[in-house]
Every structure is written in structure tokens, then in C-alpha cells.
């Protein structure tokens, strides 16, 4: 029992201050629309964006814990746009250009920790099916009926929960770098928690945080596909210029440390939805085994592995992310 609440204790201090779990380019494109706006969801305004032409193939990416819309990266957008899609990103409630909840104040640690592994949520400031209703009143506030979901860390628990929970409301999942919920899987690499447990610098220097994060990425990057350190800059860079909010994502943290601490297996296996899984064999934060546990539990869905990948996005992958995506969105 001390051997796991210490695990997932790492796990936590990692979600606090990972603040951005996949890293992105920036491309530039003459040819794919793009829209941006705020949208009143679930009592939020949350930011988005939305590539390609507004039509009834729509598919929303979820982004991880402390990390902004711009984390998934433009190149995959525009390439799923050209295949016909409309794309949406967006940011979560907490995180970007989103509402901030800074009434809630700090989670309550002490109290959270202490209920780590028992589904009870009471400590929290908000749930993971809170975020998963904000994506629906995105849906609702840009007259999105049904969508291809995808969801990425944090974001492919909340991409489950919608597909558990609102199974009128999707068309697809694609769940990546995401577990089971199972507080029994396979863990991450502690050395790799360890340091993104690390708290950020107190200042507003952005180059201190800058090198931060540069640090945090390239500890969860994988061996086959590193992205260069010029890139991983640029990325932490954007990122601290349009939103540093740690305060955001300790809240978040706190809803996966108690919402993906939480077995959905028996719920996962009632998804009737075409599925794909994609998970790296190098991920450092969650564990591939973890991800097979996860297509294990969802009826028909498909597995896909990538050697040497990480616990990130990283460009050279784009076609195969793309890829994973409309497999499940064409899958019957």
C-alpha cells in the first residue's frame, strides 16, 4: 500500500507541473480555413480553433494535463483538414485562453492523496466529467451533433468518458497515451516523474521557464523521434508567452490523480463506437502496457504501437497520428 500511495504521489507531483504534454510546430497554410473564437460551454468560455471547412465531419482533439490547444501540433490539423475534416482544438477549462477557476483555489492535497485509488471525488475542485461536459457544450455551442473524439493523455480519459457517458454525441474514439484508469497498471518510469515532479522556477523570467520546460520535454520524449532542441525552445516559448498558469494545472492534476486512479474497465467495455489505441513503446509516463490493458477493455477496438515514441507528438509522427485517426473515423 505505502509502495503505491508513493507512486501515485510521484504520478501527481508529475501532473502538477508537467504543463505541456506534447509538443508542436507551427506551420503556415494558404489553403485550409481556420477559425478562432471563444465559446460559452458548461457555464465556461473556452477558447478553440477550428481548421477546415464547418461540416458533419468534425473531430475534436483533447488535449493533457497543463497543456494548451497549441500542443496539438498545426501539421496534423491542416493534414486532417485536407482529407475533408473539420478540426477543432481547443483549450480546457483552467488552462490557454480558457476560463480560469481561480475561486477554487489550491486542491487539497492532503485530502486528495488520502482518497487516491477510491473513486471519491468529493476533495476535488473538478471531476474529469466535468471536463468531458465542457467538450459537449463546445459540441452544443458550435452546432457539433455527433464527433470523431480524440484525446490525448488526460485528454483520452476525457475522450472515454464522453464515449461512456455521451455515447449519442460520437462518432469515433481515438484514445492516445492513455490508460484504463486500472491504479494497478504498469507505472511510468519513476526518474522520468521524478523530475517532472520538479516545480517550476518561481519568477517570470521566460527564459528560466523556457529551459524548464525544454527539460520537462525531452524527459518524455522517446528514443526513435527526439525533436530538435531549437523546436522543443520555439514550442516552450509560445506557450509561456500566451498562458503560464501552474495554478490551472494543479486543479487539472487533481482531477487525474482521483479520476485516472479509478478503474473504467467494467464502463469501457459497454463502447460501441469504432476505437483505435495508440501508444509509444518508449513512453516514460504512461506505460505501453498500459495502453494495451485499455484496448483490452474496449470491445473491437484496435491497438497501435509505435517503437521508440514517447509521451508526445512529435512531427515526424504526423502522418501516423493522422493516420491512427481516420482508421478509427472510417472504421466500421
Not at 481548421?51 to 458533419?56: A, L, P, Q, V
Not at 491542416?78 to 481561480?102: M, P, W
Request: overall charge positive; hydrophobic content about 40%.
Amino acid at each position: 500500500m505505502k509502495n503505491s500511495v508513493k507512486r501515485t504521489t510521484l504520478v501527481m507531483s508529475a501532473l502538477i507541473f508537467s504543463f505541456q504534454l506534447c509538443m508542436a510546430q507551427t506551420q503556415t497554410s494558404a489553403t485550409i480555413p481556420e477559425e478562432r473564437g471563444v465559446a460559452k460551454a458548461n457555464n465556461l468560455s473556452i477558447a478553440y480553433e477550428r481548421f477546415g471547412k464547418e461540416n458533419d465531419r468534425t473531430i475534436i482533439l483533447i488535449q493533457g494535463t497543463g497543456a494548451q490547444m497549441i500542443l496539438w501540433p498545426d501539421k496534423l490539423c491542416r493534414e486532417l483538414a485536407g482529407k475533408g475534416y473539420s478540426v477543432i482544438r481547443f483549450d480546457n477549462r483552467d488552462i490557454g485562453l480558457s476560463s480560469k477557476l481561480d475561486t477554487l483555489g489550491m486542491p487539497d492535497w492532503p485530502g486528495i492523496i488520502a482518497l487516491i485509488g477510491t473513486c471519491d471525488e468529493s476533495k476535488l475542485p473538478y471531476t474529469l466529467l466535468d471536463m468531458a461536459k465542457d467538450v459537449i457544450g463546445l459540441m452544443d455551442a458550435l452546432q457539433v451533433n455527433k464527433a470523431h473524439i480524440v484525446g490525448a493523455s488526460m485528454g483520452g480519459a476525457i475522450a472515454q468518458l464522453i464515449a461512456i457517458h455521451y455515447p449519442d454525441r460520437i462518432l469515433s474514439l481515438t484514445s492516445m497515451m492513455s490508460s484504463s484508469g486500472n491504479p494497478k497498471s504498469v507505472p511510468g518510469d519513476p526518474e522520468v516523474l521524478k523530475l517532472m515532479g520538479t516545480p517550476p522556477p518561481q519568477t517570470n523570467n521566460q527564459d528560466s521557464l523556457v529551459s524548464y520546460l525544454v527539460n520537462i520535454y525531452k524527459a518524455m520524449g522517446g528514443p526513435a523521434h527526439p525533436t530538435p532542441d531549437n523546436k522543443l525552445k520555439d514550442m516552450a516559448r509560445k506557450s509561456v508567452q500566451r498562458s503560464w498558469y501552474p495554478m490551472g494545472s494543479a486543479r487539472q492534476a487533481a482531477a487525474v490523480i482521483i479520476g485516472d486512479n479509478c478503474d473504467r474497465r467494467a464502463l469501457l467495455k459497454n463502447i460501441k463506437v469504432p476505437t483505435v489505441v495508440v501508444h509509444g513503446e518508449s513512453d516514460p509516463v504512461v506505460n505501453v502496457e498500459a495502453g494495451r490493458e485499455l484496448a483490452r477493455a474496449i470491445p473491437n477496438s484496435k491497438f497501435i504501437s509505435i517503437a521508440g515514441m514517447g509521451h508526445d507528438l512529435p512531427e515526424t509522427l504526423t502522418s501516423q497520428f493522422a493516420n491512427a485517426i481516420i482508421t478509427a473515423a472510417t472504421k466500421k
